[in-house]
């Protein structure tokens, strides 16, 4: 059994997008106005799989397994909308 990733602050899920490589984002300028990066307060370490890397406009990024971590704008609690868009941004999810 899985399940999905939440943001906890706003109970949204958190997506990855496949087709950026591990440690980089996906997503700048006007596409992060719809794929909000996950971002990372002063302080946070890494845990585990979660890693923190820094994106090119100086800004700290989650990232699940090396991949930058997203939000999507039109996305209810608990109910993503995007999986599989444009073949390549995926919720995260865990197996157990």
């Not at 997503?27 to 845990?47: D, F, R, V």
């Not at 100086?58 to 996305?75: I, S």
Request: glycine share 8%.
């Amino acid at each position: 059994m899985g399940w999905t990733f939440l943001q906890s602050s706003s109970n949204l899920p958190l997506y990855v997008n496949e087709s950026a490589s591990p440690g980089e984002t996906a997503c700048n300028s006007t596409c992060e106005k719809q794929w909000i990066p996950l971002l990372a307060p002063t302080g946070e370490k890494p845990l585990g799989e979660w890693t923190i890397f820094v994106r090119k406009d100086g800004r700290r990024q989650w990232a699940f397994e090396r991949y930058a971590v997203y939000t999507y704008l039109h996305d209810r609690p608990d109910r993503p909308t995007r999986d599989g868009a444009g073949g390549v941004w995926h919720v995260l999810h865990f197996s157990a």
